[in-house]
């Protein structure tokens, strides 16, 4: 059967895949960030997970104002960097695993989580930034991809609570899946950042540090967070830590610390990563 | 499996607290519906021979969108926080950032009292408090 093993969480900068494809990752600006990612390409390398459901919004490219789906799943055979106004990244194609998104789409629907399902897209840096973070300068991308995207820019987003129950069923979907794979789940974005208005350049780095701590043991408090909460403590744009519940919420009861990274700022934005397992 | 709800039931509640946040404009239906054609026009300058076309006739560009003539002027000018005010959304606007070819940073530090230089070196020190700007009525 299909095994959850890992939960892994990071920021997406779209800067942090300029500084990577440029080469600048280890200068004065870049080097603490990327610093916080080399235990964990080490670690993936010894991981060999078989898939990464990976949970990330897409920033108005391959979803526009005409069609915004609350929780997306990609289950097509491959996706595109999107070109998001600068050119595509020059980065390998994100190659999907349709057998187990199905799976994922179908059982997801059953548990009553009326998923969109998306065949054709190109994935933005949101996806894509985080590959690079976790696999460095790669051929191919050494796992496949399913891509979870969540609408966290038109209001309302989901709810926390709701992220970490989609979490959980996503869990049950993988466990039923009959072949015998590594799967880990990812949650991006965040953490505190305000792109936009005089209020921009926020970042409070107390709350991300308790919002890291609350993902770790056996409590779920931070599934009750409201929205006006993340958006007055962490930016407008803090939002989008909602999508690491949907990770934390596929590793159970109780996770364990395996590596933790916070770093202030990369452009707008505070830095934060963390890998966790579930504990039985 | 139930859970208690983590978030207000009341939608009108809910609403006002997004507005309720100093110096921010959440993306709320409403403004969704007044800058859909606005955004869905920045949304355009993904594509390489549109952002050929818009660099080469801005105002020609513009005047193919349904927008308002105070719209088009805010575009022309960069004016990032009226064209927040006007339903613009900033992933929306960042393709013309990058059509522009300025830095995401340095164009969010256009909708700030603080020329680029201070933004930057404010976001290196560890970026905005959000001591005072939490809440409007609360006043914290």
């Known amino acids: 059967m299909a095994r959850l093993t890992a939960g892994v969480a990071s920021s997406h900068v779209p800067l942090m895949g300029v500084a990577h494809d440029q080469k600048k990752d280890r200068d ?168 936009q208005g005089p209020r921009a350049g926020l970042i409070n780095r107390a709350w991300d540090n308790m919002f890291l701590d609350g993902l770790v043991g056996d409590s779920d408090h931070l599934r009750h967070i409201p929205h006006i909460e993340y958006l007055r403590e962490t930016g407008s744009e803090g939002i989008e830590m909602v999508m690491w519940l949907i990770m934390r919420g596929a590793l159970g009861k109780t996770t364990r610390c395996l590596h933790r990274h916070y770093h202030v700022p990369c452009s707008n934005t505070a830095i934060g990563h963390m890998v966790l397992e579930p504990q039985p | 499996m139930t859970h208690r709800a983590s978030q207000p039931t009341d939608i009108h509640a809910y609403l006002a607290d997004l507005e309720d946040i100093p110096g921010t404009r959440v993306f709320t239906a409403a403004r969704a519906r007044q800058g859909y054609h606005l955004n869905q026009f920045a949304m355009s300058l993904m594509k390489p021979e549109n952002r050929a076309r818009f660099k080469a006739d801005e105002r020609g560009y513009l005047d193919e969108w349904a927008i308002t003539p105070e719209a088009k002027k805010a575009v022309l000018a960069r004016d990032y926080n009226a064209l927040l005010d006007l339903g613009g959304n900033i992933y929306f606007f960042s393709k013309l950032f990058s059509t522009d070819g300025i830095a995401f940073a340095e164009a969010v530090s256009t909708m700030t009292d603080m020329p680029w230089p201070d933004y930057r070196q404010m976001m290196i020190n560890g970026g905005r408090s959000p001591e005072g700007v939490r809440s409007i009525r609360e006043k914290r």
């Not at chain 1, 548990?111 to 054709?120: G, L, P, Y």
């Open chain 1, 28 to 195: 004065d600006y870049f080097g603490p960030i990327f610093a916080g990612y080399d235990w964990t390409r080490q670690w993936e390398k010894e991981q060999k997970p078989d898939v990464v459901i990976l949970v990330y919004n897409d920033h108005a490219s391959a979803f526009d104002m005409k069609i915004i789906p609350t929780f997306a799943i990609g289950c097509g055979e491959h996706y595109k960097p999107a070109d998001e106004g600068w050119g595509p990244r020059a980065v390998p194609d994100v190659i999907g695993h349709p057998d187990l998104a199905w799976h994922i789409a179908q059982s997801l629907v059953l548990d009553e989580f009326d998923m969109t399902i998306v065949n054709e897209m190109d994935v933005d840096h949101g996806l894509t930034v985080p590959l690079s973070m976790m696999f460095g300068d790669v051929a191919e991308w050494p796992v496949k991809v399913i891509p979870l995207a969540v609408n966290v820019v038109t209001y309302p987003p989901p709810t926390g609570n709701r992220c970490w129950a989609l979490g959980e069923a996503i869990a049950r979907a993988v466990a039923s899946f009959p072949e015998d794979l590594n799967v880990q789940i990812w949650g991006t974005g965040g953490m505190s950042h305000q792109l």
